[in-house]
């Protein structure tokens, strides 16, 4: 049965066999034992009733420059189409009902969804296709081998996952999706090629890169459109008081109020094209253990299956008394490098009023600007070994190693940029000060940001895309022209990996911070946000398109760990800018005698401005009310369907 049904009618670039479409490339290293090859090959080939994954795999051909050191085992993966509709039901897919509402897909009642015509040709997209083989590939587990056949170092046990344990031992070298050349073209133009004044099609990056990159672009979307009304109110103020500091209070309540209500609107929003995407009420899959982790073998209690256990505590001691240490030192560093900033700043200063020139005035603005480059640097290779650390704890799940992994880098990224800025705020209390160091920091970090994101991939994905086309004897424009299928695949496996949200959701972060916290103080900040953020639009578009492989999709149905991140932000946002409101000398003039007082009241102002915001985020329900209606209406059909079908077999 493996060869019939209806092939995938993806894109054209079929290989030997006119019925195939590959769809994902598996790299195995090139002194890949045979029989471990042959091993692997017919475990993805063999049915399922015999713990195969039953999809169709062949060897990537030579490249027409076949003289290079190709690597022999590149493979492509693909599947019947009966084989992708059972995966789809595996995996939990929802699709679109008859009747307009979202459930997920099974194949004995496919034919009551919308768009399943035929044999279903073109139900699935080429994403969907290419999530389910990877699903299928992640759970190929271990029979009754002791290791992989030809590499006694890579040991199995049953009911390991095979591609993880090949990972892991460095034989299996990458797995990624091909990209679909037409689509990718229609996409890109309707997404960045075209400048224009409107929307992102989300829908269609949902369709190509799935649901978790459409979340990103949604949210980048609607953070700086949330920006827009700051930056209105921010440029009169910025153009009419710029010399008057008495003016920010009522900016600083704005503020408080506004983070409040974008991120509650913002759930509503992500609930909403979630419910639209199928991903709201989608059951979460049973998380296997990440690849690094490693332990004593054991039996799991839930699944009764064999794999690696680490003691908890084990793990706890590391992450106390190395782990916090360690980001306690890096926190030391940082203020250490801050207090060396402002002896620059003070050094730039005494210049300046010596002998004021034109350049002594620039002069005034270099610290900043080293200064900025340094926190940079420092996010940079604190990045690295935040990354090397949580390794090291040995999480057992993907989801805690990424919360891990992301609490290290918030907390260390938030003090490295806005230590200097709560120090000037609130011990110096120089706002003229604190104005020129946030412009000059928030300017700084944009431009190395967009050089570092943008331009830099590129161009080493250009110098890289040239030796290539050297390879392939090809001169021609790699879009224009139709490359062969061998070419297409080497050209995709040298290009750069991408790595997920994680660093664009942490750019968002840092900004949506510069905002919140101090904008009161310098207006323009959100202008300038707004602007960084249309740029991001479209670097980060770019950057999907031309200069990465393509990633698997990732069912999402919200932003996951980083909405609890920009609210601990707003929290902060709220206590900042009522100490900058108490510290206002429109304010104090209401205290003259007592200091005491002014912060009692400031503290009490504070307390219910916080509770406000609480009521507000509990007023304003998290999924419209429409989408709950809708979800419990096929809660109630399919328990009114499950009690038919008992009385059906009681009867």
Not at 109 to 118: E, V
Request: proline share 4%.
């Amino acid at each position: 049965a493996l060869g019939e049904g209806k092939m995938l009618q993806g894109p054209s670039r079929d290989s030997s066999d006119s019925g195939f479409t590959p769809l994902v490339v598996v790299e195995l290293a090139s002194d890949t034992k045979e029989e471990a090859v042959a091993w692997l090959l017919s475990r993805i080939r063999d049915q399922q009733q015999n713990g195969g994954a039953e999809l169709l795999v062949e060897q990537l051909g030579p490249g027409v420059g076949a003289q290079e050191k190709e690597n022999p085992n590149v493979f492509l993966v693909g599947a019947t189409w009966q084989r992708l509709l059972s995966g789809a039901e595996d995996v939990g897919l929802f699709k679109e009902f008859s009747d307009g509402s979202m459930r997920g897909f099974t194949c004995a009642n496919k034919h009551n969804f919308k768009d399943f015509k035929g044999d279903g040709d073109d139900f699935l997209s080429m994403a969907e296709c290419q999530y389910v083989i990877k699903h299928e590939l992640d759970t190929l587990r271990a029979k009754d081998e002791t290791h992989v056949p030809g590499h006694s170092q890579a040991k199995l046990y049953p009911g390991k996952s095979i591609i993880r344990r090949l990972q892991s031992k460095g034989i299996l070298i990458q797995i990624f999706p091909l990209h679909e050349k037409e689509e990718l073209k229609r996409l890109s133009f309707s997404w960045y090629r075209k400048v224009k004044l409107s929307l992102q099609p989300l829908d269609a990056i949902r369709h190509y890169y799935g649901e978790g990159q459409a979340l990103y672009f949604g949210f980048l979307e609607y953070f700086t459109f949330a920006l827009v009304p700051m930056a209105l109110i921010g440029v009169p103020y910025y153009l009419f008081d710029w010399e008057d500091y008495d003016k920010y209070v009522v900016f600083a309540v704005f503020n408080v109020v506004w983070c409040t209500v974008i991120l509650e609107l913002w759930k509503r929003c992500s609930a909403s094209l979630a419910y639209r995407w199928g991903t709201l009420s989608r059951k979460k899959a049973f998380e296997e253990p990440r690849p690094g982790f490693h332990g004593v073998l054991g039996f799991n209690p839930v699944t009764g299956r064999e794999e690696p256990l680490y003691p908890n505590a084990k793990r706890q001691l590391r992450i106390y008394l190395v782990s916090l240490p360690f980001v306690l030192l890096c926190l030391y560093a940082s203020l250490y490098v801050m207090m060396i900033y402002f002896q620059m700043e003070g050094w730039a200063l005494s210049v300046h009023d010596e002998e004021p020139t034109f350049w002594t005035g620039i002069l005034l603005f270099i610290p900043s600007i080293i200064y900025a480059v340094v926190i940079e640097i420092m996010n940079l290779i604190y990045r690295y070994a935040a990354e090397f650390l949580t390794e090291w704890e040995n999480h057992r799940l993907e989801s805690s190693y990424q919360n891990h992994l992301v609490l290290k880098v918030l907390v260390f990224n938030f003090f490295n940029c806005f230590a200097s800025l709560f120090y000037i705020a609130f011990v110096m209390q120089d706002m003229v000060l604190l104005r020129q160091s946030l412009a000059t920091l928030l300017i700084t970090s944009q431009i190395l940001n967009q050089f570092m994101e943008a331009f830099l991939p590129y161009w080493l994905q250009r110098r890289r895309n040239k030796k290539m086309i050297r390879k392939i004897q090809k001169r021609r424009a790699l879009e224009e022209k139709e490359l062969p299928l061998p070419a297409q695949v080497w050209l995709e496996a040298d290009m750069s990996t991408y790595l997920g949200t994680f660093d664009d959701y942490l750019e968002l972060f840092l900004l949506f911070g510069y905002v919140s916290l101090f904008s009161c103080v310098y207006p323009l900040a959100a202008v300038l946000v707004v602007l960084n953020n249309i740029t991001e639009v479209y670097s980060d578009a770019f950057k999907m398109c031309r200069v990465f492989k393509r990633p698997f999709s990732d069912p999402a149905a919200n932003i996951g760990v980083w909405q609890l991140a920009f609210e601990a932000m707003s929290v902060i946002a709220v206590v900042t800018n009522c100490a900058l409101i108490g510290m206002s000398p429109q304010v104090k003039a209401y205290f003259p005698d007592s200091e005491t007082q002014l912060i009692l009241w400031t503290v009490a102002i504070e307390h219910g401005l916080l509770a406000f915001k609480f009521i507000l985020s509990f007023l304003i329900p998290d999924v419209p009310k429409h989408i709950r209606i809708e979800q419990a209406r096929l809660e109630f059909e399919s328990l009114e369907a499950l009690k038919k079908k008992r009385q059906l077999h009681g009867g």
